[in-house]
């Protein structure tokens, strides 16, 4: 696994988690473009946002203005700050980058629930 994810659990309505994603220096500078996406249970794959190496952000609708895409680039590391989380905020997240060829992170659980 070449991007490593973590930071996933079990929160109530209403909280918060920050998901990192990590690699090496090699591959995070190869990265273009990194992207959070997720799967609910019986649902397909989808975009959740996306961060440029410009630190450009765009994001799916139902997240925008509750979900950060940020990186750190001497971390070698790029985060998903989810507030106000709900229960359809529920699926496996999965960091992903584009540059020379594609990365996928392993997935992390998010749970949310009472």
């Known amino acids: 696994v070449q991007l490593q994810a973590s930071g996933g659990g079990l929160v109530q309505p209403g909280g918060s988690l920050r998901l990192s994603c990590a690699a090496s220096?090699?591959?995070?500078?190869?990265?273009?473009?990194f992207a959070w996406f997720r799967q609910a249970p019986g649902k397909q794959r989808e975009l959740v946002g996306r961060?440029?190496?410009?630190?450009?952000?765009n994001y799916e609708d139902s997240v925008t203005d509750r979900f950060t895409i940020s990186r750190d680039n001497a971390k070698n590391t790029v985060y998903l700050q989810m507030n106000s989380l709900n229960t359809e905020d529920t699926a496996v997240y999965y960091c992903?980058?584009?540059?020379?060829?594609?990365?996928w992170g392993q997935g992390t659980q998010v749970t949310v629930s009472s």
């Open positions: 220096e090699s591959i995070f500078s190869s990265i273009n473009t």
């Open positions: 961060i440029y190496r410009s630190g450009a952000t």
């Open positions: 992903y980058g584009r540059g020379v060829r594609d990365y």
